[in-house]
């Protein structure tokens, strides 16, 4: 096919990210924001001058340009592809990577390390299209450790706040457990199959009959389901999450929720054919994806930081997209990733709109009657929240019904567990939003309204999260990559899960709205149970007693100072002696005397010649 | 019968570039009286012309391989690899060398004029397919480099160098010179491909002791060119005395010249009595890597710790020789290409750093350099990493490729003693990097001028190399993987 230069659209954000990086320092931030904004709008356009090119893309459109890796039968490509996921997944990160982009020009406008910051995004979005566009496991993985890397170092951007360090340590250490299984199963893959290109491993996994898979499949998917459940924070990696919202809000928005967390599902999806061909990994990813869902958005209930509830949610949401991929409905997976995207772009940075609106506030306790204050951000968190509540016809409804219905012709119990967290969704958003801009104003700052530069991006994000479910059918898109499953479309169940929304709204207006002593009553009612949700199931504390400290205390205890101290110092310093007095004994032999050295060229012949000479029959 | 002398004009063009290299640097020396003094560096840009010039025409010398002269020179993808190297080494230290010239007032043509006469000989050694041109070439090569060692002719501490680099310079082609006589006695020839026929042929070889001999005295020769145990004695006095550029230079250029003839004259001459001198090779690359990681250890002198290092890395390529294959000769190739970005790059750094006269060279003098002018020690840190070896640089990927073909030639002590000397070394190239970033700034670091155009380029030419190599090798790797397959 017609070569349509796809590493422009990588290539654009890492030319951003070398300018800035390197120059951006003397750069004056306006400089800055137009380098870093025209980058990925240039990126953008280039995706969609490229889809347009290559029309219905029904099979996807590869370009080699390097041979990077050649060691006997291994060869490994720098290779581009495009099919229709890659398209959806190009879309939503150069669009919506865009718009946060220019979001942050306002943003960030008052904070130091303007050009650091911008430097690091753009290095985000060239690890992110490579990450998508990569046609084999390694260059998806160099994407994957880059994301990884640029997270880390957004997370921990405000590098004099020690939470800051602290939660970008947290990502980068649980992260690492879940690359590593990704490592495995590449391993794997490359010893089965002799090659690491989706291509090759596809076609040679599909004619598998699957009622008889062998077990390594198995394996395979299983270890990349690690690497996906560390990246988009699924039980029991997802701790992480929540404390990387200690980094700006834009970053939040774009990394933690829009895209580089579901680099997980789209991993999950891309390799789609292997988890088929395993019903056990299949039922390992759904109910996951289950407890995950259920678990983050009980704890999204009772959280007062504005960030928080949001992060818990993006977690559960994350959830319902690994339930799609396990239930086989990868299609629907990926449509709620789209429509996710929009909505939770906009409450992040709809969130930080209002975070900047109280100078950097973020306890919804010291908030309230923000409507009348800064009503535009208002009516874009509006449409976020119906959206996400799944109020039809707006966006999160579609995805999120598509994912209920395959869950329901999976496993009828999968469905009512989704209900019930739908309903939980519903209420936890509600709440937020009527704790923030209902009531009366409990704060002590001055409310102003954000920039232009920062809600003209909300109210493109607002309008996607209102029609963007309906206008852009994915899943349809989606069917030459994913044939989608048989089943009929039952509207009793669609009803149900709309009421459960509205039970949840209207729940949370009693509490928040009409009876406002209520939620004490109940808590107080709760008592224990509440506590162990507010805690958040005091996981944290126990990894922290489970893992952690006794970590820390053996390194300390054991490998600190017995191990490290006693035997590797002892070897280290005693080979240490041995080096320094071999060194100090060839040092003897440099006497700096030309004579000498004369003499030891001599001599060395002199072994030479024996060695060569004498030795090899010379003398017989 | 005379017309058979008569060089065609196809041969001319495979010794093209060698012709430049001689003519300019004959241009130079003519017009050096004639430029003003303080133009003398324009001189340096007409040597940087000729060495693009000799590099083109290695370009077209590649379309059209084959011997030259009487198969005197045989002019393939092995010597061209080879050339490009040592020109490119060139151009890098002449480009590195303008603001050191200009810092010691010893601005002037023979110093451009002496690298091109000096890469011209690497050129014939390179290329060189038969005992007396190799010898020339050597010698064309070394006479340049002693008289490079010794260039600020008021400095004691290069006079010293240049002395003892003449003296046992000489000495040691003696052997050489000897070891031709022999195997001419022995084979009657002096070309490298009939010397292996005969070898190989039952009726006409000499006594293997006879062969052994010439094959000891020659391995003499060039060991200590490439400094190899047990005759490397000379190079930390020469590389510490030697301006610092001439050290660069002399550490890349005339060094990847004598293991391209190292490989060539035993892989193809003396391939017959592989299993003879292979223990020797083994033995030699172990007891240079050891005294050079060793040594390298105690220095505080950061121009002698790059010595005993460029000495422990020589025991490294010896590590591929050893491996008597086609892939270890591939290894040598990249090797010494990686070899010569990371360390003429480290080099440039202390040229910088040194200031005039050279009072900076300690490596505590380094002190605070990461607050400094964080830059310069960032890019000196990349050097050192590959250096080391660490992934993502040219210098890990060329450690690679030489202990995997020492491990399919089944050398697999050799393997370990190696790896085990390469984390001896990182001790002391990692102690600069402490040096540098953990340490409080000194008085030595208070009147650093900024880096120099010149040098800037160098070092962002080499460190830029440095990771390409690090992350793509393949660059180099199958250019070097095509043109291992020596002539035999």
């Known amino acids: 096919m017609n070569d349509q230069q796809l590493w422009l659209i990588p290539a654009l954000p890492l030319a951003g990210f070398l300018i800035n990086g390197l120059f951006g320092k003397k750069f004056p931030n306006i400089l800055v924001s137009i380098i870093a904004v025209a980058s990925v709008l240039g990126s953008f356009a280039w995706v969609l001058k490229t889809l347009g090119a290559l029309g219905d893309l029904e099979h996807a459109h590869v370009e080699h340009y390097l041979t990077w890796i050649q060691s006997g039968p291994v060869n490994i490509g720098v290779d581009l592809a495009v099919d229709r996921l890659t398209a959806v997944m190009l879309l939503v990160v150069t669009g919506i990577g865009s718009l946060i982009h220019i979001y942050a020009v306002g943003y960030m406008s008052h904070e130091g390390g303007y050009y650091r910051f911008f430097a690091y995004l753009n290095l985000f979005m060239f690890f992110m299209l490579t990450l998508v566009m990569g046609a084999n496991f390694l260059l998806l993985f160099v994407g994957w450790e880059g994301v990884g890397l640029c997270s880390y170092l957004l997370i921990g951007f405000y590098i004099l706040k020690k939470s800051a360090g602290d939660a970008a340590k947290k990502a980068f250490v649980v992260n690492r457990v879940g690359d590593f299984g990704f490592s495995l199963a590449m391993f794997l893959i490359m010893v089965q199959f002799g090659s690491l290109d989706f291509q090759k491993v596809f076609e040679a996994v599909k004619p598998l009959p699957v009622d008889q898979t062998p077990g390594i499949l198995t394996a395979i998917a299983l270890l990349l389901f690690v690497g996906a459940a560390g990246k988009s924070a699924q039980v029991p990696l997802y701790v992480w999450l929540p404390d990387a919202m200690e980094g700006p809000t834009p970053v939040s928005a774009l990394i933690h929720a829009a895209t580089m967390v579901t680099a997980g599902v789209y991993m999950t999806a891309r390799a789609a054919v292997i988890f088929q061909h395993s019903p056990l990994a299949m039922d390992v990813v759904a109910t996951v994806g289950l407890i995950t869902a259920v678990m983050a958005a009980t704890i999204g209930l009772t959280q007062y930081d504005i960030k928080k509830v949001f992060a818990y949610s993006t977690v559960s949401q994350l959830g319902y997209m690994f339930i799609a991929c396990g239930v086989g409905a990868f299609s629907a997976g990926i449509y709620h990733v789209v429509t996710h995207a929009f909505f939770k772009a906009l409450l992040f940075l709809g969130a930080g709109s209002v975070i900047h609106a109280l100078s950097g506030e973020q306890d919804l306790r010291h908030m309230g009657g923000l409507a009348k204050k800064i009503p535009i951000t208002f009516a874009v968190l509006a449409c976020a929240w119906v959206a996400i509540a799944g109020v039809p016809p707006f966006a999160g409804f579609f995805s999120k019904d598509e994912i209920l219905l395959a869950a329901h012709h999976h496993a009828p119990w999968m469905y009512w567990v989704g209900v019930i967290t739908a309903g939980m969704t519903a209420f936890y958003v509600s709440r937020a939003m009527f704790m923030c801009f209902f009531g009366s104003y409990r704060g002590h700052h001055h409310p102003h309204e954000s920039p232009f530069v920062m809600w003209g991006p909300l109210a493109v994000l607002a309008v996607l999260s209102l029609a963007g479910g309906w206008y852009f059918k994915v899943p349809h898109y989606l069917e030459p990559v994913f044939p989608v499953a048989e089943g009929h479309h039952d509207e009793t169940l669609v009803y149900i899960s709309v009421a459960a929304g509205v039970i949840g709204i209207g729940l949370a207006a009693l509490m928040y709205l009409i009876k406002p002593g209520l939620p004490d009553t109940i808590s107080g009612a709760l008592g224990p149970i509440y506590k162990l949700v507010y805690n958040k199931y005091f996981v944290d504390e126990v990894y922290d007693a489970t893992i952690v400290n006794p970590m820390v205390a053996g390194s300390r205890g054991v490998l600190w100072r017995i191990f490290d101290a006693g035997i590797i110092d002892g070897i280290v310093n005693g080979t240490a002696v041995v080096a320094r007095t071999v060194g100090g004994g060839l040092r003897l032999l440099q006497s700096g005397n030309i004579r000498s050295y004369a003499a030891w060229v001599t001599l060395g012949c002199v072994v030479v010649l024996l060695a060569l000479g004498v030795m090899s029959g010379g003398v017989k | ?488």
Do not use: C
């Not at chain 2, 009286?33 to 590099?55: I, Q, T, Y």
């Not at chain 2, 040598?332 to 006269?357: D, E, K, L, P, W």
């Open chain 2, 1 to 488: 019968m005379s017309d058979n002398f008569m060089p065609s004009a196809v041969e001319i063009m495979r010794f093209m570039p060698e012709i430049i290299l001689i003519l300019v640097g004959t241009i130079i020396m003519v017009f050096e009286p004639l430029v003003d003094v303080k133009r003398k560096s324009a001189l340096g840009f007409v040597a940087l012309l000729g060495l693009v010039g000799a590099a083109s025409a290695t370009f077209r010398a590649m379309d059209n391989p084959g011997p030259a002269f009487q198969a005197m020179l045989m002019v393939d993808g092995f010597a061209n690899f080879f050339r490009l190297l040592v020109i490119g080494v060139g151009i890098l230290t002449i480009v590195a060398s303008f603001a050191y010239l200009k810092r010691e007032h010893a601005e002037s043509g023979e110093y451009f004029a002496l690298i091109l006469f000096s890469i011209a000989g690497q050129g014939v050694m390179v290329t060189a397919n038969e005992l007396i041109m190799l010898f020339i070439g050597l010698e064309i090569s070394s006479i340049a480099s002693y008289v490079l060692a010794g260039y600020l002719r008021d400095d004691k501490r290069n006079n010293e160098a240049a002395l003892k680099y003449f003296l046992l310079g000489s000495f040691a082609t003696a052997f050489l010179l000897y070891g031709v006589a022999w195997i001419y006695g022995a084979t009657g020839t002096t070309n490298l491909t009939e010397i292996r026929r005969v070898l190989t042929n039952r009726d006409l070889a000499p006594a293997i002791g006879l062969v052994g001999t010439s094959a000891a005295l020659i391995f003499v020769g060039l060991a200590f060119k490439v400094s190899a145990a047990p005759f490397q004695v000379w190079a930390p006095d020469v590389y510490q005395g030697a301006p610092a550029p001439v050290s660069a230079f002399l550490s890349a250029g005339p060094k990847a010249a004598a293991f391209a003839i190292f490989l060539r004259v035993f892989f193809t001459a003396f391939e017959p009595i592989a299993d003879k001198w292979q223990p020797v090779i083994w033995v030699s690359a172990l007891a240079t890597m050891i005294i050079g990681n060793f040594a390298a250890l105690l220095q505080t002198n950061i121009k002698r710790l790059l010595a005993y290092s460029s000495i422990a890395h020589a025991g490294y390529v010896m590590v591929a020789i050893a491996t008597h294959s086609q892939i270890g000769a591939a290894a040598v190739m990249f090797y010494m290409v990686a070899y010569a970005f990371m360390n003429i790059g480290a080099f440039a750094v202390v040229t910088h750093f040194s200031r005039q006269g050279e009072r900076y060279v300690d490596t505590d003098d380094l002190a605070g350099l990461g607050v400094r002018q964080p830059v310069t020690a960032a890019l000196l840190s990349i050097f050192l990493l590959s250096l080391i070896g660490v992934p993502l640089t040219g210098g890990f990927f060329g450690k690679f490729y030489i202990f995997k073909a020492a491990l399919d030639a089944n050398l697999v002590w050799l393997t370990v003693l190696g790896l085990l000397n390469s984390a001896v070394a990182a001790y002391y190239y990692l102690r600069i990097i402490v040096v540098m970033y953990f340490r409080e700034p000194g008085e030595s670091t208070v009147d650093l001028q900024p880096l120099s155009p010149g040098v800037l380029a160098v070092l962002w030419g080499s460190a830029v190399a440095t990771l390409i190599l690090g992350i793509y090798p393949s660059i180099v790797l199958d250019f070097a993987g095509k043109s291992a397959a020596l002539v035999k």
